[in-house]
DNA sequence: CCCCCCCC
């Protein structure tokens, strides 16, 4: 078959060592499928022997179980040699190879040593006799166990061979045409040393790619009926180039190359081994040219004849068949090996447990095409190297993946499995990301945020509520402020609220980055109503009272997100605040006297037809007469000592539900009064401690000495509050509703002459009608922007809520006369927008019918901007 | 391996 006269040269990395007489031929007439990378060899003398060479799995270092080992690819080993990590070149197959090749003269230097090539036959024929053969198969055994991660076959053993044949195994259709047996047979038994073990012929072949094999290379998951290979395709998933019709047969069917030597690339194992040698090939008539052992040809030049028609062999190029199933994230599970899958990435972040800056790793939200989402999970060690890729937005097939139950706390998905990215062995290539959904949200609505509320009791009963996602409109953000101990975590922090479509604000608390990168003045410029969804956030309770929404490091906010809904929902705003649209207001107490006595300053009738759910814990302040009380209900009544929480009473004994029986109650003020600001009345109620400074005595005094009359007799004392005028800070009742609004009372100040002078001007008289609404909005356009511009600082916590619950008894007629809105009152306020359209439960009057319309949802801050300029 | 959080 060959030319014997034919030189071989292995050219060895560090000696350059020539073995000569060694022959190569093929064995195939299919030969662009052998596997790359094993050598092939025949000696005319004996028979047929496999050299192979002994691949340093690249996935060694980072696996953990076999079954990651076996789902590597030929590419890989590849991609492995490009960087020339030690390899070697070792005889497995049996010592009749050993023997042959030993009995090769080395022409040059010695192969360094290492190479069981250099044994001499001497050597290894007395080894041989000495083992015994349980040994020696073992020895081949381990060899081969070496040779590679997974591919597992077994060494033949001519006694197992023996075996099979005594059995006779039927016929396998894959076996090769008996021509080619016949041929080798007759070399395998010309000169055939008593050493020799046969291991059969080389006429099994794969059933992907018609490969040829030794029986004994096939996969250990082998049956009877179907002998399987992966050394040549891995199994059918690596796509190998259409096969070339061997040349005419003939006399030139093996043909020499048209050189008389043959080159070939021996690799030694180990850590020292140096591949980094040049290759050099020198054409005829061309000078001699240094190439990549990367590049195509250069696998081409170690098969001379395999690749009889200079097909490239293995090239940058392969690409996997889709054998690897591309499969929907729905379709995943646990345990599939051979999944691959096309995402966009929609979210990625580092997983930390604040305030610890610790990076504990990195986390991505991938979307598939049908919309589904599943949590990938990087390990820190490899955050460097995913975090360039995995970039929301971009788009990637990915294969090579573990799975690993989803995180029990942080959870961003319903998902019960997340995927895990290792940058040793996961495959991301790049992909157009156009076909993919713009977002994935699983929005929960205000009522159900209870139930994503995390009760420390259920700990190790119930898993951690899902992050929550939360989608509402857009009302105001404060400015970024640090949070924590100076000298250890600092964290950032901001405050952003959100108002959903039955007017129930949520503060969101934006933490870290999150709060130092929300573009608050850029948000504002947008049209109004601004929709905002956040991703993945955690529901907290403030003072067990509001709920509240916390960023995680998993969050993301979005603003107009492109979801189908987006215009419903700003069509739906966009009609409740023309109704009605939402005051721009300061939740939180402000450093100065001054900008708290106007902070929020809005006028009643504007106050009366807003949603109080809207501003719960939020003090409005008015300037105001008192007109009138309440007396058709209790002045005060006598509370717990420890709760101030109105006691039971039965027969003279007061119980308090939760500190038992009370033996002398104190005596609280709880007393209602309606209070005007020229644009509309409103009921306000006054509690202890406040009003006992208002009053100017004690409720307990006033009460012991006037007890014998009862709550409902007003004292002197109370009445004389009638007609004083003060600025009032107050908040809605939270049990009042729209409609049927109350307040309660936290603040009573002075008003001083200043303040006075600047309202003077328009309406010197202060109880009756129309002040000009200029004079009341020119301060509060003052103040309510310096109150936004300024850093918000905490609110204190209301303490009457029990008590305030208690108060929905009737109410006494309030004093009707609604002071008629002007039609400068048509110049809204600036701190608000859009009330000229009359809501439903507005009053009628005529005047307010005239109000006309201004353009909806107009930038305030740059409009009063303009103004102070 | 577990903890499962930071303001008002």
């Known amino acids: 078959m060959v030319n014997e006269n034919q030189i071989n040269k292995i050219l060895c990395p560090n000696s350059s060592s020539i073995l000569n007489e060694f022959q190569v031929v093929p064995f195939t007439n299919k030969p662009a499928q052998l596997l790359v990378g094993d050598m092939y060899s025949q000696d005319t003398s004996v028979g047929p022997h496999m050299l192979y060479y002994q691949h340093q799995s690249p996935l060694e270092a980072g696996c953990t179980s076999k079954k990651q080992k076996t789902s590597v690819n030929i590419h890989d080993v590849f991609q492995q040699k490009a960087s020339n990590k030690g390899k070697a070149i070792c005889v497995t197959e049996n010592y009749g190879a050993n023997f042959q090749i030993a009995k090769y003269q080395e022409a040059e230097d010695v192969n360094k040593g290492k190479s069981i090539l250099e044994d001499n036959i001497d050597e290894v024929v007395r080894r041989h006799n000495t083992q015994t053969s349980n040994k020696a198969l073992n020895k081949r055994k381990s060899l081969c166990e070496m040779e590679s991660y997974g591919v597992g076959f077994e060494i033949p053993y001519y006694e197992e061979q023996e075996d099979l044949r005594r059995k006779s195994i039927p016929e396998n259709k894959r076996k090769r045409p008996t021509t080619q047996t016949e041929a080798s047979m007759s070399i395998n038994h010309k000169g055939l040393s008593s050493l020799y073990i046969d291991i059969g012929d080389c006429d099994w072949t794969c059933e992907h790619c018609n ?412 300037e105001g007469t008192i007109m009138q009380l309440n007396t058709n209900r209790d002045w005060y009544y006598k509370a717990c000592n420890q709760c101030n929480v109105k006691p039971t009473c039965y027969d003279n004994v007061y119980e308090c539900k939760e500190h038992g029986i009370i033996p002398a109650p104190s005596y609280r003020y709880n007393f209602r009064a309606t209070i005007t600001d020229n644009t509309a009345t409103g009921q306000f109620t006054f509690f202890t401690p406040k009003a006992d400074e208002f009053v100017g005595v004690d409720c307990a005094r006033l009460a012991s000495s006037a007890e014998n009359r009862g709550p409902r007799q007003f004292p002197d004392e109370l009445h004389a509050i009638v007609g004083k005028k003060h600025t009032f800070q107050f ?80 109410i006494l007629s309030v004093p009707t006369e609604l002071i008629p809105i002007t039609k400068e009152m048509a110049t809204p306020p600036i701190a608000y927008t859009g009330m000229q359209t009359r809501s439903k439960t507005d009053m009628t009057s005529d005047a307010s019918r005239k109000i006309p319309k201004r353009q909806l949802f107009t930038d305030e801050a740059s409009d009063s901007k303009k103004k102070k300029a």
Request: aromatic letters at 10%; proline letters at 7%; one cysteine or more.
């Open 731 to 810: 908040h809605y009742t939270p049990t009042s509703r729209q409609g049927s609004v109350e307040f309660i009372v936290d603040e009573i100040f002075e008003i001083e002459k200043t303040s006075n002078k600047i309202e003077g001007q328009s309406s010197g008289t202060q109880h009756i009608q129309a002040t000009k609404p200029t004079a009341i909005m020119e301060p509060l356009e003052e103040t309510i922007t310096e109150a936004q511009h300024s850093e918000e600082i905490a609110s204190p916590t209301a303490s009457c809520t029990t008590i305030q619950s208690t108060s929905t008894t009737d």
């Open 211 to 622: 490969a040829a094999f030794w029986y004994g290379e096939r996969l250990k998951r082998s049956t009877q009926q179907r002998v399987r290979y992966s050394r040549c395709c891995a199994e059918g998933k690596v796509h190998l180039p259409e096969e070339i019709e061997p040349p005419e047969t003939g006399a030139r069917e093996y043909q020499l190359p048209s050189t008389d030597i043959l080159g070939a690339i021996v690799f030694e194992d180990g850590p020292n081994t140096q591949t980094d040698y040049d290759v050099i090939i020198h054409k005829k008539g061309v000078g001699p040219q240094r190439i990549s052992k990367l590049h195509s040809s250069y696998m081409s030049l170690q098969f001379p004849l395999l690749f009889v028609h200079g097909e490239p062999g293995y090239t940058t190029k392969l690409t996997l068949r889709y054998s690897m199933e591309l499969a929907p994230i729905e379709y995943l599970k646990p345990g599939h090996r051979d999944k691959m899958i096309e995402v966009k990435v929609y979210r990625a972040w580092t997983a930390r447990d604040p305030p610890d800056r610790t990076e504990k790793g990195y986390r991505a939200i991938l979307l598939d095409r049908q919309g589904d989402a599943i949590q990938a999970n990087i390990d820190a060690t490899d955050i460097y190297h995913f975090k360039p890729m995995l970039i929301p937005g971009t788009a990637y097939r990915i294969s090579n993946f573990l799975y690993v139950p989803t995180d029990n706390w942080q959870q961003t998905l319903h998902n019960k499995t997340s995927l895990l990215f290792n940058r040793l062995f996961t495959k991301l290539q790049s992909i157009p990301a156009e076909s993919f959904p713009n977002h994935y949200f699983s929005f929960v609505s205000y009522n159900q945020l209870p139930n994503k509320l995390w009760d420390p009791r259920d700990k190790g009963k119930k898993p951690y509520p899902v992050l929550t996602d939360y989608i509402g409109c857009y009302i105001t953000a404060g400015e970024p402020r640090d949070i924590g101990n100076p000298n250890r975590n600092v964290s950032r922090m901001r405050k952003v609220e959100i108002q959903n479509l039955n007017r129930n604000v949520i503060e969101l608390t934006l933490w870290d980055e999150l709060a130092d990168k929300f573009e608050k003045n850029e948000i504002e410029t947008l049209e109004k109503p601004i929709i905002i969804a956040v991703s993945s956030c955690r529901v907290s309770k403030f003072q067990n009272r509001d709920l509240q929404l916390q960023s995680t490091p998993a969050t993301y906010y979005y603003i107009n997100p492109k979801i189908p809904q987006l215009n419903e929902y700003i069509q739906q705003y966009k009609q409740l605040y023309e109704e009605n649209p939402p005051l721009s207001v300061t939740r939180y107490r402000l450093p100065d006297i001054e900008q708290e006595k106007n902070k929020n300053r809005f006028p009643l009738a504007v106050l009366l037809t807003q949603t109080p759910e809207t501003y719960r814990g939020v003090r409005f302040t008015c």
